[in-house]
């Protein structure tokens, strides 16, 4: 399906007029409204990162416009530019709040603290310091989740810090950690302007990172000859832009992947002098191999059997390996269409492998590239250490010499750390479900609702036994079911910090206006509770984030994470700076592991790539079988149920729901099933439509189209009515422990 110009003009207009606003327009400037003042932020959403210019008037914020200065040149999808009415809702949490015969009521933020920190200085001191938990966010600010990281693993002994990260970036991680030997990608946002292919795979760009396609679709829209590969099972909003929609038995496209790489060997379209250079070739039991075995690995994955296996004819298969092999620069994006799977880390491995055969990295547009959903998951939650393994700028727990540096830089006595990882997400709700945790709190995010198979996590949070302690913006979030008590935050631009986005780029976020009621920024909040449970006041020294940050400049200064030229004057003038940056004069950095453009490699380095998260400085081509989804469909459910996103709405839909355009737009959640589909089992638009999976069962309105391929259904999550996590599977992958939304078993019946 090459798309004509005109085709491709239509479908893209279509999607921008509801995507992006630019030239930095302000609604309420249009209407002849004045503002007092424009401070600099960040968008509360996407992990695009955005710059912001918040627009104050009368101490209020009364409108939002794109930041000229920052990467999105001054556009805004919808979402980030209709904030205000968000700030200002009536759920707003604005006084502390403490659970009474089974009732929330109003409290003094004493009360509220006290009882708190009596709840996790009780547990740790009958049950130990395994029984306390944090569980955060990667829209939580980079100071928070580093101190909340702090206080839990330095102050209180334990390693139970884990966040929604976990359920959206962790197999990317595991994928640059065993590929590069290092987290965050090579490349940057700058890489569009320069790629002649995209190809996006599990990745519905349009909808998700709205900023971003459009970046896309204008290069394309400038060069007819750049061609967009994408590979999804839904034929997406993004997908009506492609020259190649690839679409397939979900979770096959690990089969895919190999047999990509098949073909470009075979065509010899490898970059013979790139591999045989800088890459190890390594089998899945971590034995080296070579360039040979490879090959001889990747018979099994000639087009003709992955074509049996995937339902993509072979030629296809061809087609796309020679359009990606062949551009002059390939940046491929992904995002959770191979991050939510059980075979996470290796769909991961394998995209990073067809950029090291073919050598399409390290050069302007040519970049393996993961898409962060959250806007602060990369710089506020990889980087600093903010899971349960991790400490933080990349040392990890289970490494003796990475805790004892950590403890000196944290000045406290050495071997205190401990050196078992702390629970992921789904270990630390099951522990909480089997009385294990007895104390938790969290942070800026909605786990009731968010978590697979949510059934059984409510009901551990139900338990009577246990503690709850909730920051919460909004009233109706669900978790605000569960909580024991409810701390009110300052929100977004109420405080100042940092967010760090999809390309290793920090951006302010300036304090515009003040909190309402009794709304406190959340690093004072936990700077009070850490002192109340007994934390040694020496080790949270702070009157504000800009000293956390500071300390956690000092903390990545001796590692490749280096950003110690990124203080909070030159966060305050410019529009956002990419680590590494090591020195104040310093400009960011674009390309990683090259010489001369990554500031980790030395000048005098004899090769021009060098991946220095590896100790023989080349990154990892591994032979990552086949495998199938945990839970596939068979005769008694015989549908794939997919979650996933609506461009119109934020994940649990505490704040979009809020905003009557958007909330018009796609007030419920709905199931939308195959034309084809449909029509055998009688099923019209708008008819109600029973899922049944192995954990529950929901009945959904149809929404009938092309999008999904038959045998598929698909339902967003964002709607606490009809909540599809009921219904999803919690299984995850081994390594990275992130579970598998995006593919379980259903029954589909016409009700
Ligand atoms: N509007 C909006 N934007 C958001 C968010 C939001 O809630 N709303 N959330 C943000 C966050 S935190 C995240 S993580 C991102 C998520 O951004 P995306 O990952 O782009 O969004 P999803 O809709 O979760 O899933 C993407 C695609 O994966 C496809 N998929 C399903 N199964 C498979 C498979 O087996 N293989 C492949 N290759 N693809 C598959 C689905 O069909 C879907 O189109 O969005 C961010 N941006
Ligand atoms: N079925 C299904 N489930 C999924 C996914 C999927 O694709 N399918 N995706 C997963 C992914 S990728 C992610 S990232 C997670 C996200 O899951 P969650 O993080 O649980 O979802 P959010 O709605 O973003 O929750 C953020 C919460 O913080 C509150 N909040 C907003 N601003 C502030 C603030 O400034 N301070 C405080 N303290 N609170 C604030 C909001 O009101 C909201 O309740 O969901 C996962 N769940
Ligand atoms: S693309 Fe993402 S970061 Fe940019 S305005 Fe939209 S939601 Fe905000
Ligand atoms: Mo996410």
């Known amino acids: 399906m090459d798309v004509t110009r005109r085709e491709f003009l239509k479908s893209t207009a279509a999607a921008s007029a509801m995507m992006a606003i630019g030239g930095a327009f302000s609604p309420a400037e249009a209407k002849g409204q004045k503002v007092d003042q424009w401070v600099k932020g960040v968008c509360r959403f996407c992990g695009t990162g955005c710059g912001v210019m918040v627009g104050v008037k009368d101490g209020k914020v009364i409108t939002v416009k794109g930041d000229p200065n920052n990467h999105n040149q001054g556009f805004l999808c919808l979402k ?44 740790i001191d009958k049950h130990g310091p395994e029984s306390v938990a944090y569980y955060g966010s990667g829209q939580a600010l980079t100071e928070e989740t580093y101190l909340a990281s702090k206080i839990f693993k330095a102050g209180l002994k334990s390693n139970n810090v884990d ?87 979900p979770g096959t496209d690990l089969a895919i992947l190999n047999s990509m790489a098949y073909v470009i060997i075979k065509e010899e379209l490898d970059d013979y002098r790139f591999h045989s250079k800088y890459v190890t070739f390594m089998g899945n039991d971590k034995t080296k191999s070579d360039f040979e075995g490879y090959k001889k690995f990747l018979e099994d994955y000639t087009p003709e059997k992955v074509e049996k296996l995937s339902g993509v004819p072979a030629e296809t298969i061809v087609k796309i390996a020679k359009i990606f092999a062949e551009s002059s620069a390939t940046m491929s994006m992904w995002c959770m269409g191979l991050n939510q799977r059980i075979r996470g880390v290796w769909a991961n491995n394998l995209t990073s492998n067809l950029h090291l055969l073919t050598g399409h990295i390290g050069k302007p547009g040519a970049t393996p590239f993961s898409l962060t959903g959250q806007p602060n998951a990369c710089g506020g939650v990889r980087d600093t250490g903010g899971l349960s393994h991790l400490l933080p700028a990349g040392r990890v727990i289970k490494k003796q010499e990475h805790r004892n540096e950590m403890e000196e830089l944290w000045d406290i006595p050495k071997d205190t750390i401990n050196p078992k990882p702390g629970y992921h997400t789904i270990a630390m709700f099951t522990a909480l479900g089997e009385g294990k945790i007895k104390a938790l709190l969290l942070l800026t ?139 104040e004069d310093h400009p960011g950095t ?105 954990r529950d069962k929901m009945t959904f309105e149809a ?17 606490a009515k009809l909540m599809i996590n009921k219904l999803t599977k919690d299984a995850f992958d081994p390594g990275s422990k992130q579970p598998e939304f995006k593919i379980c078993a259903t029954k589909v019946s016409k009700v």
């Open 80 to 123: 980030g530019a209709l904030m205000p009415p968000i700030i200002y809702a009536k759920e707003r949490v604005t006084e502390p709040l403490i659970r009474k015969d089974g009732k929330l009521v109003p409290a003094t933020w004493d009360e509220a603290l006290d009882l708190t920190a009596s709840k996790f200085r009780e547990a």
């Open 163 to 249: 966040g929604n990260p976990r359920l959206c970036m962790a197999s990317a991680v595991g994928g640059y950690v065993t590929t590069f030997g290092k987290d965050e990608p090579c490349g940057s946002f700058d890489d569009i302007e320069n790629a002649t292919c995209f190809f996006l795979i599990g990745t519905n760009t349009s909808e998700c990172h709205p900023v971003l396609f459009k970046k896309i679709a204008a290069r394309k829209e400038a060069n007819p000859n750049v061609k967009v590969i994408v590979v999804d099972p839904r034929k997406t909003n993004t997908a009506r832009i492609a020259d190649v929609h690839v679409s397939f038995r």
């Open 445 to 583: 995010t909605n786990p009731a609702h968010s978590l697979p198979n949510v059934n059984k996590y409510t009901k551990a949070m139900s338990r009577k036994d246990n503690f709850i302690c909730l920051i919460e913006a909004f009233s109706d979030a669900e978790t605000m079911k569960y909580a024991d008590v409810v701390l009110p935050p300052a929100f977004w631009c109420e405080r100042e910090g940092v967010f760090g986005c999809s390309e290793r780029r920090y951006s302010l976020i300036s304090k515009a206006i003040e909190p309402p009621g009794q709304c406190r920024p959340s690093v004072n909040i936990l700077v009070d509770l850490a002192k109340r449970i007994g934390v040694d006041p020496k080790l949270v020294p702070y009157k504000n984030s800009a000293d956390v940050w500071d300390e956690w400049r000092r903390v990545a200064r001796p590692t490749p994470y280096n950003f110690w030229g990124i203080t909070r004057e030159r966060l305050r003038k410019e529009s956002g700076i990419l680590w590494p940056c090591p020195t």
């Open 590 to 694: 674009n390309i990683r592991y090259v010489r001369g453009k990554d500031p980790n490699i030395p000048e005098d380095h004899p090769d021009k790539y060098h991946f220095y998260g590896k100790p023989d400085g080349r990154a990892v081509i591994w032979f990552r079988p086949y495998k199938g989804a945990a839970e596939e469909p068979d005769a008694e459910y015989p549908f794939v149920l997919t979650t996933g996103r609506v461009i119109d709405h934020w994940h649990t839909g505490t704040m979009t729901m809020k905003v009557p355009e958007l909330k018009r737009s796609f007030s419920y959640a709905f199931v939308e099933i195959n034309d084809q589909d449909a029509k055998k089992m009688g099923i019209n638009n708008g008819d109600k439509v029973l899922l049944e999976t192995r």
């Open 703 to 719: 929404k009938v189209s092309d999008v999904c391929r038959p045998g598929l259904v698909f339902v967003p999550w964002y709607d």
